[in-house]
């Protein structure tokens, strides 16, 4: 009976530590998702961008979104795989890191497309802009270390 409870507890750790890593890069990939606009809408509210900044960054901004979308939904497909595996697993399996290290490849592919967005849209700033924008991103990741 002991065993089952111990093989219980590890379960609902490894869950609870997925859902906490999968949460923290929520928070770390839209730092401005407290705010009722999107985290790009934020940003450029902050920058002041012009008309003709916005013109240039919409191939951008719309080749990011879609990157994202497919990104965040193959994220949310391997974060339902984790769970299951964490269920039908009773202790920490091939099965079970295979599918952590999906999740963790998909966030990090996610970060790294987000972090070649901010310099994509760099060339559409003036050199203050691009000085705020990595300013605000600084602070927002340094909160969240």
């Known amino acids: 009976m002991k065993r089952i409870y111990k093989d219980l507890r590890s379960t609902i750790l490894v869950a609870l530590i997925a859902f906490s890593v999968c949460w923290l890069s929520n928070i770390w990939i839209f730092p401005a ?3 009722h606009v999107s985290p790009d809408e934020w940003l450029k509210t902050q920058l002041n961008l012009t008309h003709e900044q916005h013109k240039k960054l919409e191939p951008v901004e719309q080749e990011y979104s879609q990157r994202r979308n497919e990104l965040s939904a193959k994220i949310q497909e391997a974060n339902k795989e984790l769970a299951k595996a964490l269920v039908e697993e009773k202790q920490y399996t091939e099965r079970v890191k295979t599918a952590s290290q999906q999740v963790d490849k998909l ?20 050199p203050e802009q691009v000085q705020i924008m990595n300013q605000l991103v600084g602070h927002a990741l340094s909160q969240h270390e």
């Open 33 to 35: 998702g407290r705010h």
């Open 107 to 126: 966030q990090s592919e996610l970060k790294e497309v987000t972090l070649k967005h901010f310099y994509q849209m760099q060339p559409a700033m003036t």
